[in-house]
């Protein structure tokens, strides 16, 4: 039950793109297409972005994407905009019915 | 609408219990999975435990194995979590929250367990 691996930080201008992974192994994020996001502002609950990969539920901005590749999974940020500095992490399903979470990303809006 | 609404949180010495409760609305409580997710203060989120839609399955992180117990009450739509022997690094906001297939939808507000003498 290791945590997946994020970067600490990243940062973007207003209408860039930016990209989070996170790596994880063959147990976990390899060995399904059950990858998951959350965004988490300051003193709020966290939110529900990417689920399976790749899906957006109702609501989300497209702007947000989900993608993997082998032992690693990614978040796509496009057109930054300010209300997107936030705290975000992934999460994958584990063996046996479990969870697991990555150690979250700090998102700056420069 | 769905509702999460965690109680129970509180201070609570090293070695002591509490129990969470979460209670839920909005949806079919008894055909939904759900975790217990916790996050110290300026941590990260930390997967918890889970538990399978009659109760008859559940999950805990290693960390705490044998000491945590979820249930949870179909006919009150209610989720519990039974937490013995805490510890300092145990003090956390704890969350509840529904799986509809792999991932967590919904969140409750979270409650808030704090460890100390």
């Known amino acids: 039950q290791s945590a997946l691996t994020q970067p600490a930080s990243v940062s973007g201008s207003p209408g860039q793109s930016i990209t989070i992974s996170c790596t994880g192994t063959?147990?976990?994020?390899?060995?399904?297409?059950?990858v998951s996001w959350y965004q988490q502002h300051p003193g709020k609950v966290p939110k529900l972005l990417i689920y399976?990969?790749?899906n957006r539920p109702s609501g989300v901005s497209n702007r947000f994407s989900g993608s993997k590749s082998g032992n690693t999974a990614s978040l796509t940020v496009s057109g930054l905009q300010a209300e997107d500095e936030a705290d975000y992490y992934c999460?994958?399903?584990?063996?046996?019915?479990?969870?697991?979470f990555g150690g979250g990303t700090k998102l700056t809006v420069l | 609408e769905v509702q999460l609404m965690e109680s129970g949180g509180g201070l609570v010495q090293p070695g002591g219990s509490l129990r969470l409760s979460c209670a839920a609305s909005?949806?079919?409580?008894?055909?939904?999975?759900m975790h217990w997710v916790r996050q110290a203060p300026g941590k990260g989120l930390v997967w918890v435990s889970r538990?399978?839609?009659?109760?008859?399955?559940?999950a805990y992180a290693d960390s705490v194995k044998g000491r945590f117990t979820i249930s949870r009450d179909n006919a009150k739509n209610t989720l519990y979590l039974q937490m013995n022997s805490l510890r300092a690094e145990d003090a956390a906001v704890y969350f509840c929250t529904r799986d509809p297939g792999n991932y967590l939808d919904y969140w409750g507000q979270g409650t808030l367990v704090t460890v100390s003498s």
């Open positions: 909005g949806f079919t409580f008894r055909s939904n999975w």
């Open positions: 999460s994958s399903y584990a063996s046996s019915s479990t969870l697991v």
């Open positions: 063959s147990s976990d994020i390899g060995g399904y297409n059950y």
């Open positions: 399976d990969v790749t």
């Open positions: 538990i399978n839609r009659d109760g008859s399955n559940t």
